[in-house]
């Protein structure tokens, strides 16, 4: 849930340019500019930088979970649908970080008003995202305790 917030932030301040390199942050892993806005609290809504730094950590954490969760789901004796199902949220996070880290390196080359290889990037990094919490539910729902 955090992470969709964050991803909100991200397209509503249209942020992805303000740090348009990876995997770096404009050169700094961890950048000096994550807590300049006052008061204090306004940095993890307003300032786009410490939005980026949470948006990636946040990536990069949900994606070593469902490394893992796949890999444990991949090893229970499941149904048939169950074991096809099980690859999906691995695919869909594999590509929901790729297609993030295509739309910020090609974040440099917004035109207003204009509809380029950036803004497909984007939507597709969006409807990724969906696609992903469609595919853990459908993961929960297959794997949740049946009730007769």
């Known amino acids: 849930m955090l992470q969709l917030i964050y991803g909100a932030l991200m397209a509503g301040h249209k ?8 995997p770096t942050i404009n050169g700094s892993w961890i950048p000096d500019t ?11 809504i307003d300032n786009t930088i410490l939005i980026h ?4 950590g ?4 949900i994606l070593g979970l469902l490394i893992y969760w796949s890999l444990q789901l991949f090893k ?3 149904t048939p649908i169950l074991s096809k199902a099980a ?3 691995l695919i869909m996070v594999i590509v929901q970080v790729i297609l993030g880290i295509a739309s910020v390196l090609t974040s440099s080359s917004i035109v207003p008003g204009s509809w380029g290889g950036f ?3 984007a939507q597709l990094h969006q409807l990724t995202g969906m696609l992903l919490l ?15």
């Open 53 to 56: 730094f949470i948006h990636r």
């Open 34 to 44: 994550m807590f300049t806005h006052q008061p204090f609290l306004l940095n993890f």
């Open 87 to 89: 690859k999906y949220p």
């Open 119 to 121: 803004e497909w990037m």
């Open 58 to 61: 946040l990536a990069y954490i």
């Open 134 to 148: 469609l595919s853990l539910v459908t993961i929960l729902f297959l794997v949740r305790p049946k009730i007769c």
């Open 76 to 78: 229970l004796s499941a």
């Open 15 to 22: 942020a992805a340019n303000a740090a348009a390199t990876w």
